[in-house]
């Protein structure tokens, strides 16, 4: 497998631990997974990816969770629809794409366990560039109760 340098951002000052055993190009910025309570089923992460190549997040996972996808809410005519992205959320060179509620976003879904602030989450991301290489990337992110360092709550 070719390796491709490892760029990925280590953003400790918003809890982001960055753990890498494949090479890849996407710098992670702003990363946090909303808390939960007991019983609840369900929730979500977000953060803004930027790829220096054109590349996809293809998949997503972490042990706290039974599912966990990339979905994109979007208007339907007066409706809002929540989906999952089948092929993944594409990734353009240089261009930083926002995970944030109410937009494009990490479904957590079937949780195993409450989220309690101030926790950190493992998440492994998985990334597919344009020759068809996949990467992985383990990072940890911070549990809380709203964006972090006054990041926008809705940007589409």
């Known amino acids: ?52 190549e054109a590349t996809r997040l293809v998949a997503v996972s972490t042990p706290v969770a039974g599912v966990a996808q990339v979905h994109e809410m979007k208007m339907d005519g007066d409706v809002m629809r929540m989906r ?22 990490v479904m957590l879904m079937d949780l195993k366990a409450a989220l309690p602030k101030d926790s950190t989450i493992p998440m492994t991301l998985v990334f597919k560039d344009a020759k068809g290489v996949e990467s992985k990337l383990e990072v940890k992110l911070p549990v809380a109760t709203t964006a972090p360092n006054g990041m926008a709550a809705h940007k589409h």
């Not at 631990?17 to 007991?38: E, G, H, L, M, P």
């Not at 995970?99 to 494009?104: D, N, S, V």
């Open 1 to 52: 497998m070719k390796s491709i340098a490892i760029t990925a951002a280590l953003a400790c000052a918003s809890g982001l631990f960055v753990q890498s055993s494949y090479a890849q190009n996407v710098d992670i910025k702003d990363a946090w997974a909303r808390t939960s309570v007991q019983g609840q089923k369900a929730s979500g992460a977000f953060m803004t990816l930027t790829a220096k």
């Open 84 to 105: 999952a992205l089948p092929d993944g959320l594409e990734l353009p060179a240089g261009k930083p794409v926002a995970l944030t509620p109410g937009g494009y976003h």
